[in-house]
């Protein structure tokens, strides 16, 4: 079998290395600046991992015929040489170095440091993949591989033959090409394309991660796993992967398909699980989209933790402010973060986001360059930002833009405002003319600066405050309009007062003289004293551009301090907290300046904490926890660090001794550099100003023009005095700022103030101590081309961002290595209840081994140290599905039995509160009971008085009147009976009198007749008073009626309006035969009277009396039978006419209600209301026609029994009383 037979495969056992390291104790080494140190690791008495045999060093191997080659050691050796000086890169394998304890004051850790010397031995995986193959032929003929072609890409495709080191390869597009054997790396089957994870790659290697990038690209499945490390290619376009419902998805867990919200996810649920603080990295070039992957990953994160979402809004708002100020245009992003943020989340203990709130820390660096650091220590949500590139608001490099901020008032603010401001168009700039790009394609600057100013009103920044703040920006452009003019031989200038200077005078608050004077003069410190100098142009636009860059950091600064008071809400941090760190990519462009210089050097940092926890960190916790373990090697950038930071030979010790001569220029600084650091291999001298470093993402050539000045402070005590004496609040408080600064206890007047490399360096090394803190996630962005076009896949690109990352050393460490590590006494408390073994010891190390045992977890997949087990990847998933069954049954056996106990002490409570309210009713019930008793019989007898006075009253009143009645009755019948008597006696005795002189006057027998008529017509005015009492009672028994009728209408609507209509026309027609009853008394009456006065000697016929034979009245002494009998008659018909009414309307009334009680419907009556209705009118039309008739008939029989001779007094009193009968109503 044939032997791998890479340069670095014969790696020598750790007992073998560490010896190694010991022979080389002695040799003499120059001393050097320390790199920042590792965390400190508990001492460990641990013994040394089993050692690996070991070949001979002078062993070979030899080809053996065609099916293999082999190189010798020392060949092996010079190979790995040429490759490292190849490929310009130094590989660490820890563990080889020799540690000494040595403080480094300079570190970010402040902790002890770990040094040594590189170790002679290497690993070469893909090597090792190669010679693999050549074990025998039958294995790697017909075999997939990755071939590199001319052109530097790498082709697919199956060996056809081998001839020595020589193979021909048929690649996939169907050419056959020769290559060397050594060069070609195995491909993976077709069956592992586009996996999630590149773990699970069956040959790791740079050819076969691209394709697996490629594969999922070109699907829109932009994010990967390489290990812990999430990697994610911008697509340039909208990919419909962060709905709601991807949200809901892995909230749920119901998805592990590689995302940035699983990242944030698995973050949250450690946080809460472990209680320890999470850190998410986002890292990647310029344009590689981490901005909007750390939207996400906010968005994600108020989904979980949503608390107050007045807050959580305003934290998603903040995004919208901060990328108008802090965001550019540049060659490489047309929206490029100029400014570093770190959010740092803080959550209740129920996990909900609790507020927020921003604090500035700001360094007064009025320079080309503007560095702050802005941290939030927020009950809940602290954020650092580290803005950059003051420069950016006076110098626009071609193709690029200042801010979005300027192009966004110019092209979206309201008339209203653009006059009070005197606000031009973005092309009637200086500042911003400098570049041809004022706008971005596919971008509304209007409309974004109305989102802009939703999003202050959101965060609660007034119109007020923000119409200054956009003052302040106007007076930024105006700045950049100002000019000067010579006044003088020695080159001295002056700034004209033009409209530029007018306008910013007038924006700022300060006159128009004073801001002159501030730019025509710089002040010279002499002893103790500032000395006012005229300005040179140079001098002069370099303090404009000063003012200005100074104006726009000072907002920046004062826009998130108004928004920390906007997002500060309760205290409640509880110490659980998530940091995502958005800090500006590796720049390399064709002239790089003191801002790109600070970007890389800030990247190099972030890099060297990638390493630390990724590849330093894990080693070494292997070597210290004692387990058997191959290093693997990586790229460490700590010798490029030390280049930066190394004193007092490092790149910024160095700047800042040449800022503090007053005769320093930029080739001075390059000359030293030179000087100092050619020996170094990460630096590279150029001629010139120019000089190189070599970073991990590659070399960059610096140019060191304006390296000094951007370095020093040039603000002038003069700007400071024109701001203080601003009538605006803005400059007045910028002003402020910068007097506190200075009047700071322990800041010495004369003491050199700090550079700002060095304040750069001070504020990342407080942001490494935070982000040490933490528990770190990793998301690195890739960059798929540099056209920032979708669908692009640039391999050379790519592959140099996955060399810059790491991925695949993190990929060989996740994939070999033991992801999973829980101390002994952390898994036997987490997983020690599912151990079976009752006897088992008590001793965490025991519980673990047993509990390993007892789940069948073979030895290959875990490791036993001295204080931690180590797990590789997946086995813990199975504990933790056991443990959550389990888990599940207690709960589910808690359930019922608290269910259980809650109702039974439910149903006890439910008896007792039932027997408490039954007594409280009770007595509740009996207490009301007994006062409505007293109550009732306190008022029972006064009522009971009460009411028996009203009986007795109205009892008293009823028989007053009756008696009254009765005892008037009686008086009225003594009267008329003796009015009857006496005239009964007159007219007898007139009738003797007229016997014996039968010529008396007719007057006098007409006044005698009259006087007899009154007893008849009592008599008749009695019957009608009868009748119409009878009529008035037969009216309410009909009210009555009508009242019970009503109580049925809803069925009988149409019957009671026909019984109410028939009853109104019986009351009409009973009134008219009333008023013909009453008239024909009359009639009657005056006939008698004339009877008696007109035939005196006349003998009545037989036919005059009643039909009835009922005599009304006595004979009258002195009178004839006839007369009287006359008289009876007429009396005896109408009084049975009356009585014959009184008859009928009896009968009629009792019909009526016999109808009204059959009203309410019976099941078993046959009887039909309608039909009796219609026969009872029709009964009552046949006899009211009856009765008219014989009404009629006693009428005119009444007209006959007059003499025909009778005068014409008598006519005319029966013509009057037949036109009062014929006037009288009528029956209808």
Same mark, same amino acid.
Request: hydrophobic share 35%; proline share 3%.
């Given at each position: 079998?044939?032997?791998? !037979?890479?340069p670095?495969a014969?790696?020598?056992?750790?007992?073998?290395?560490?010896l190694?390291t010991?022979?080389?104790q002695?040799e003499?080494?120059k001393?050097?600046?320390?790199p920042p140190a590792?965390?400190?690791?508990p001492?460990?008495?641990?013994?040394?991992p089993?050692?690996?045999?070991?070949l001979?060093?002078?062993?070979k191997?030899?080809?053996?015929?065609?099916n293999? %080659?082999?190189?010798?050691?020392?060949?092996g050796?010079?190979?790995?040489?040429r490759?490292?000086?190849?490929l310009?890169e130094k590989?660490?394998?820890?563990?080889?170095?020799?540690?000494?304890?040595?403080?480094?004051?300079?570190?970010?850790?402040d902790?002890e440091?770990?040094?040594?010397?590189k170790?002679e031995?290497?690993v @070469?995986?893909?090597?090792a993949e190669?010679n693999?193959?050549?074990?025998?032929?039958?294995?790697?003929?017909?075999?997939?591989?990755?071939?590199?072609q001319?052109?530097?890409a790498?082709?697919?495709?199956?060996?056809q033959?081998?001839s020595?080191e020589?193979?021909?390869?048929?690649?996939?597009?169907?050419?056959?090409?020769?290559a060397s054997t050594?060069e070609?790396?195995p491909?993976?089957?077709?069956?592992?394309?586009?996996v999630?994870?590149?773990?699970e790659?069956?040959?790791l290697?740079e050819p076969s991660?691209?394709h697996?990038?490629?594969?999922r690209?070109a699907?829109?499945?932009? $994010?990967?796993?390489?290990g812990?490390?999430?990697?994610?290619?911008?697509?340039y376009?909208?990919?419909q992967?962060?709905?709601k419902?991807?949200?809901?998805?892995?909230?749920e867990?119901?998805?592990?398909s590689p995302?940035?919200?699983?990242?944030?996810?698995?973050?949250?649920n450690?946080?809460?699980n472990?209680g320890?603080?999470?850190?998410?990295i986002?890292?990647?070039?310029?344009?590689?989209?981490?901005?909007?992957t750390?939207k996400?990953?906010?968005?994600y994160?108020?989904a &979980?933790?949503?608390g107050?979402?007045?807050?959580?809004?305003k934290?998603?708002?903040?995004h919208?402010?901060?990328?108008?100020?802090?965001n550019?245009?540049?060659?490489?992003n047309?929206?490029?973060s100029r400014?570093?943020?770190?959010?740092?989340?803080h959550f209740t203990e129920?996990g909900?986001?609790?507020g !927020?709130?921003?604090?500035?820390c700001?360094?007064?660096?009025?320079l080309h360059? *503007?560095?702050?650091?802005?941290?939030?220590?927020?009950?809940?949500?602290?954020v650092?930002?580290v803005?950059?590139?003051?420069?950016?608001?006076?110098?626009?490099?071609?193709?690029e833009r200042?801010?979005?901020?300027f192009?966004?008032?110019?092209?979206?603010?309201?008339?209203?405002?653009?006059?009070?401001?005197? &606000?031009?168009?973005?092309?009637?700039?200086n500042?911003l003319i400098?570049?041809?790009?004022?706008?971005?394609?596919?971008?509304d600057?209007a409309?974004?600066f109305?989102?802009?100013v939703?999003?202050?009103d959101?965060?609660q920044? %007034?119109?007020?405050?923000?119409e200054?703040a956009f003052?302040m920006?106007a007076?930024?452009l105006?700045l950049?309009?100002?000019?000067?003019?010579l006044i003088?031989d020695?080159?001295?200038?002056?700034a004209l007062?033009?409209e530029?200077?007018t306008?910013a005078?007038?924006l700022?608050?300060?006159?128009?003289?004073?801001?002159?004077q501030a730019?025509?003069t710089?002040?010279?410190r002499?002893?103790k004293d500032?000395?006012?100098?005229k300005?040179t142009?140079?001098q002069?636009i370099?303090?404009r551009d000063?003012?200005?860059?100074?104006i726009y950091?000072?907002?920046?600064d004062? &826009?998130?301090?108004q928004i920390?008071?906007?997002?500060?809400?309760?205290k409640? %941090?509880?110490?659980?907290?998530?940091?995502?760190l958005?800090?500006?990519?590796?720049?390399?462009?064709?002239?790089?300046s003191f801002?790109?210089? %600070?970007?890389?050097?800030a990247?190099?940092?972030?890099?060297?904490?990638f390493?630390?926890h990724?590849?330093k960190?894990?080693?070494?916790?292997?070597?210290?926890?004692?387990?058997?373990?191959?290093?693997?090697?990586?790229?460490?950038n700590?010798?490029?660090?030390?280049?930066f930071e190394?004193?007092p030979?490092?790149?910024l010790?160095l700047?800042?001794?040449?800022?503090n001569?007053?005769?320093a220029?930029?080739f001075?600084l390059a000359?030293?550099?030179k000087?100092?650091l050619?020996?170094?291999?990460?630096?590279?001298?150029d001629?010139?100003?120019?000089?190189?470093v070599?970073h991990?993402?590659?070399?960059?050539?610096y140019?060191?023009?304006?390296?000094?000045?951007k370095?020093?402070?040039?603000?002038? @005590?003069g700007?400071?005095?024109?701001?203080?004496s601003?009538?605006?609040?803005?400059?007045q408080?910028?002003?402020?700022?910068?007097?506190d600064?200075?009047?700071?206890?322990?800041?010495?007047?004369?003491?050199?103030k700090q550079?700002?490399?060095?304040?750069?360096?001070?504020q990342?090394?407080? &942001?490494?101590?935070?982000?040490?803190?933490?528990t770190?996630?990793?998301i690195c962005?890739?960059?798929?081309?540099?056209?920032?076009?979708?669908?692009?896949?640039?391999?050379?690109?790519?592959?140099?961002?996955l060399? $810059?990352?790491g991925?695949l050393?993190v990929v060989?460490?996740s994939k070999?290595?033991y992801?999973?590590?829980?101390t002994?006494?952390?898994?036997?408390?987490? $997983?020690?209840?599912?151990l079976?073994?009752?006897?088992?010891s008590?001793?965490?190390?025991?519980?673990?081994?047993?509990l390993?045992?007892q789940?069948?977890?073979?030895?290959e997949?875990?490791?036993v140290?001295?204080?931690?087990?180590f797990?590789?990847?997946?086995q813990?998933g199975?504990?933790?599905d056991?443990r959550?069954?389990v888990l599940?049954?207690?709960i589910?056996?808690?359930? $019922?039995?608290?269910?259980?106990r809650?109702r039974?002490?439910?149903?006890?409570?439910?008896?007792?509160a039932?027997?408490?309210? @039954?007594?409280?009713?009770?007595?509740s019930i009996?207490?009301?009971?007994?006062?409505e008793a007293?109550r009732?019989?306190a008022?029972?007898?006064?009522?009971l008085?009460e009411?028996?006075?009203?009986?007795?009253?109205?009892?008293?009143?009823?028989?007053g009147?009756l008696?009254?009645?009765?005892f008037?009755?009686?008086?009225?019948s003594?009267?008329?009976?003796?009015e009857?008597?006496?005239s009964?006696?007159?007219?007898?005795?007139?009738?003797?009198?007229?016997?014996?002189f039968?010529?008396v006057d007719?007057?006098?027998?007409?006044?005698?007749?009259?006087?007899?008529?009154p007893?008849v =017509? !009592?008599d008749?005015?009695?019957?009608?008073l009868k009748?119409?009492?009878?009529?008035?009672?037969?009216?309410?028994?009909n009210?009555?009626?009508?009242e019970?009728?009503?109580?049925?209408?809803a069925?009988w609507?149409?019957y009671?309006?026909?019984m109410?209509? *028939?009853e109104? =026309?019986?009351?009409?027609q009973?009134a008219s035969?009333?008023?013909?009853l009453a008239?024909a008394?009359k009639?009657?009456?005056?006939d008698s009277t !004339?009877?008696?006065?007109?035939?005196?000697?006349?003998?009545?016929?037989s036919h005059?009396y009643?039909?009835d034979?009922?005599?009304m009245g006595?004979?009258?002494?002195?009178?004839?039978t006839?007369?009287g009998?006359r008289?009876n008659?007429?009396?005896?018909?109408?009084?049975n006419?009356l009585?014959?009414?009184d008859?009928?309307k009896?009968a009629?009334d009792?019909?009526a209600k016999?109808?009204v009680?059959?009203?309410?419907?019976q099941?078993t009556s046959?009887v039909?209301?309608d039909d009796e209705?219609r026969?009872l009118k029709?009964?009552?039309e046949?006899?009211k026609?009856d009765?008219k008739?014989?009404?009629?008939?006693t009428?005119?029989?009444?007209?006959?029994?007059?003499h025909?001779?009778?005068?014409?007094?008598?006519?005319?009193?029966?013509?009057?009383?037949g036109?009062?009968?014929?006037?009288?109503p009528?029956?209808?």
């Amino acid at each position: 079998m044939m032997l791998s !037979a890479s340069p670095t495969a014969l790696a020598k056992s750790s007992l073998e290395e560490m010896l190694e390291t010991l022979r080389r104790q002695d040799e003499d080494e120059k001393p050097k600046d320390l790199p920042p140190a590792l965390p400190s690791r508990p001492t460990s008495k641990a013994r040394l991992p089993s050692a690996r045999r070991s070949l001979p060093t002078n062993f070979k191997l030899v080809s053996n015929g065609e099916n293999g %080659c082999g190189f010798s050691e020392v060949e092996g050796k010079e190979e790995s040489k040429r490759k490292e000086e190849e490929l310009g890169e130094k590989r660490d394998v820890f563990g080889s170095k020799k540690l000494r304890k040595i403080v480094n004051v300079d570190s970010p850790y402040d902790l002890e440091a770990v040094v040594g010397k590189k170790g002679e031995d290497k690993v @070469s995986d893909a090597k090792a993949e190669v010679n693999e193959m050549q074990k025998g032929k039958a294995i790697w003929k017909k075999l997939r591989v990755w071939c590199r072609q001319s052109n530097g890409a790498w082709e697919s495709g199956a060996i056809q033959s081998t001839s020595g080191e020589e193979s021909f390869v048929s690649l996939s597009n169907g050419n056959v090409v020769k290559a060397s054997t050594s060069e070609l790396l195995p491909a993976n089957p077709e069956i592992l394309e586009g996996v999630n994870d590149m773990i699970e790659l069956s040959y790791l290697n740079e050819p076969s991660v691209l394709h697996n990038l490629k594969y999922r690209y070109a699907r829109d499945m932009i $994010y990967s796993k390489a290990g812990p490390v999430l990697i994610a290619v911008n697509p340039y376009k909208d990919v419909q992967i962060y709905g709601k419902d991807f949200v809901t998805s892995y909230r749920e867990k119901a998805t592990d398909s590689p995302h940035v919200f699983a990242i944030v996810d698995t973050a949250y649920n450690e946080m809460m699980n472990d209680g320890v603080n999470q850190s998410i990295i986002i890292s990647g070039e310029s344009g590689a989209g981490k901005t909007e992957t750390a939207k996400f990953a906010m968005q994600y994160l108020a989904a &979980l933790g949503g608390g107050n979402g007045k807050i959580v809004s305003k934290i998603l708002e903040t995004h919208c402010i901060l990328q108008a100020f802090g965001n550019a245009k540049t060659s490489r992003n047309d929206n490029s973060s100029r400014f570093g943020k770190l959010t740092e989340v803080h959550f209740t203990e129920s996990g909900k986001i609790s507020g !927020a709130n921003i604090q500035t820390c700001e360094f007064l660096t009025q320079l080309h360059f *503007m560095l702050s650091l802005l941290s939030c220590m927020v009950s809940d949500v602290d954020v650092f930002v580290v803005t950059f590139e003051q420069s950016r608001v006076v110098q626009v490099a071609a193709g690029e833009r200042s801010y979005h901020i300027f192009y966004q008032l110019c092209a979206g603010a309201p008339l209203a405002l653009r006059e009070r401001l005197n &606000l031009k168009m973005a092309n009637e700039y200086n500042y911003l003319i400098q570049s041809d790009n004022l706008v971005i394609n596919g971008v509304d600057d209007a409309q974004k600066f109305h989102k802009l100013v939703e999003a202050l009103d959101t965060v609660q920044i %007034c119109k007020e405050q923000q119409e200054q703040a956009f003052a302040m920006l106007a007076a930024v452009l105006w700045l950049g309009d100002v000019s000067f003019q010579l006044i003088d031989d020695e080159h001295h200038v002056e700034a004209l007062a033009d409209e530029a200077l007018t306008s910013a005078a007038r924006l700022m608050g300060c006159a128009t003289h004073d801001l002159m004077q501030a730019l025509s003069t710089h002040g010279i410190r002499a002893a103790k004293d500032n000395i006012a100098k005229k300005s040179t142009l140079q001098q002069a636009i370099d303090t404009r551009d000063a003012l200005a860059k100074f104006i726009y950091a000072s907002l920046f600064d004062w &826009l998130v301090v108004q928004i920390n008071k906007s997002l500060e809400v309760g205290k409640r %941090c509880v110490g659980r907290s998530i940091s995502i760190l958005d800090i500006y990519g590796f720049e390399s462009f064709k002239k790089n300046s003191f801002e790109q210089f %600070c970007i890389n050097y800030a990247n190099e940092r972030l890099q060297q904490h990638f390493n630390r926890h990724l590849f330093k960190l894990e080693q070494e916790e292997y070597v210290m926890d004692g387990i058997d373990w191959a290093k693997v090697d990586f790229v460490d950038n700590q010798e490029c660090l030390d280049l930066f930071e190394k004193k007092p030979l490092g790149i910024l010790s160095l700047l800042d001794e040449e800022s503090n001569f007053p005769n320093a220029t930029d080739f001075t600084l390059a000359n030293k550099l030179k000087q100092h650091l050619h020996s170094n291999s990460y630096f590279k001298g150029d001629r010139g100003r120019a000089f190189g470093v070599r970073h991990f993402a590659g070399e960059v050539l610096y140019d060191t023009n304006g390296f000094l000045e951007k370095n020093r402070d040039p603000l002038n @005590s003069g700007l400071v005095q024109l701001l203080s004496s601003c009538s605006g609040q803005l400059p007045q408080s910028f002003a402020k700022k910068v007097l506190d600064q200075s009047l700071k206890p322990g800041i010495s007047s004369d003491a050199p103030k700090q550079s700002v490399g060095m304040k750069f360096k001070g504020q990342l090394f407080e &942001l490494m101590h935070q982000l040490e803190k933490t528990t770190p996630h990793f998301i690195c962005c890739i960059k798929p081309n540099c056209k920032q076009v979708p669908d692009t896949y640039d391999e050379d690109l790519v592959l140099q961002q996955l060399r $810059y990352c790491g991925v695949l050393e993190v990929v060989r460490i996740s994939k070999s290595g033991y992801p999973t590590q829980m101390t002994h006494q952390d898994f036997a408390e987490r $997983y020690g209840f599912l151990l079976l073994e009752t006897n088992a010891s008590h001793d965490p190390l025991s519980i673990s081994v047993s509990l390993l045992k007892q789940f069948n977890v073979l030895p290959e997949m875990y490791q036993v140290g001295y204080t931690k087990l180590f797990l590789r990847t997946g086995q813990i998933g199975a504990l933790e599905d056991r443990r959550k069954k389990v888990l599940r049954g207690v709960i589910g056996v808690q359930k $019922y039995f608290r269910g259980h106990r809650a109702r039974r002490l439910f149903l006890e409570l439910n008896k007792g509160a039932k027997n408490i309210q @039954s007594f409280v009713c009770g007595e509740s019930i009996r207490r009301k009971y007994a006062s409505e008793a007293n109550r009732c019989s306190a008022f029972a007898s006064q009522l009971l008085d009460e009411q028996l006075t009203s009986v007795i009253y109205l009892q008293s009143v009823i028989r007053g009147w009756l008696a009254r009645r009765h005892f008037s009755n009686m008086h009225n019948s003594k009267q008329l009976n003796r009015e009857s008597i006496k005239s009964r006696r007159k007219t007898g005795r007139k009738l003797s009198e007229a016997k014996v002189f039968p010529t008396v006057d007719m007057e006098t027998l007409h006044e005698q007749q009259i006087q007899v008529v009154p007893s008849v =017509m !009592a008599d008749l005015q009695r019957r009608v008073l009868k009748a119409e009492a009878t009529l008035g009672k037969k009216e309410q028994e009909n009210t009555t009626l009508r009242e019970q009728l009503q109580q049925h209408e809803a069925r009988w609507l149409d019957y009671e309006a026909k019984m109410k209509s *028939m009853e109104d =026309m019986w009351q009409k027609q009973m009134a008219s035969l009333q008023t013909s009853l009453a008239a024909a008394r009359k009639s009657l009456a005056a006939d008698s009277t !004339a009877g008696q006065l007109g035939r005196a000697d006349v003998v009545s016929p037989s036919h005059y009396y009643s039909e009835d034979n009922v005599s009304m009245g006595s004979r009258t002494p002195g009178m004839n039978t006839p007369v009287g009998g006359r008289e009876n008659g007429s009396l005896n018909a109408v009084g049975n006419l009356l009585k014959e009414f009184d008859q009928a309307k009896q009968a009629f009334d009792d019909d009526a209600k016999s109808l009204v009680e059959i009203r309410t419907p019976q099941p078993t009556s046959d009887v039909n209301p309608d039909d009796e209705l219609r026969r009872l009118k029709g009964r009552f039309e046949t006899w009211k026609k009856d009765f008219k008739m014989r009404l009629k008939e006693t009428k005119a029989r009444l007209h006959k029994r007059g003499h025909q001779e009778s005068d014409k007094t008598r006519r005319k009193w029966w013509g009057k009383l037949g036109s009062r009968s014929g006037t009288s109503p009528t029956l209808k």
